[in-house]
């Protein structure tokens, strides 16, 4: 783990000049290389906080509020929600859930 924190602290920042400039010449939407980026950002948020891989923080943070009934979890979407926008965690479970429900069907 130690190996690939280094590796990835010192090439990240080489290879996302040269993945801006790419997207830039080839005429591809950079918002989305961005987009993609957050996501995968705050599915490191995930797995860190709640040691859930695959799923965003606030995707797992409604996830427990709403069929666990875990009272801090509630606490933090109301935080999420304040600072995203209201139902911002919802809407994040529910895309997520629909995303992992199509990907499976396709296993």
């Known amino acids: 783990m130690l190996v690939a924190l280094v590796g990835v602290a010192l090439l990240s920042p080489i290879v996302f ?9 080839l005429g591809h939407s950079i918002a989305s290389y961005f987009h ?8 490191l948020g995930g797995s860190v906080i709640y040691a859930q891989e695959d799923w965003t923080i606030s995707s797992y943070t409604y996830y427990l509020c709403r069929y666990r009934s875990n009272k801090a979890a509630c606490a933090f979407q109301k935080l999420i929600d304040l600072v995203f926008g209201h139902g911002h965690c919802e809407r994040s479970f529910k895309k997520e859930l629909h995303e992992f429900q199509t990907h499976t069907k396709d296993i």
């Open 17 to 25: 000049v040269v993945n801006i400039a790419r997207k830039a010449l």
């Open 36 to 43: 993609t980026i957050a996501v995968g950002l705050d599915q």
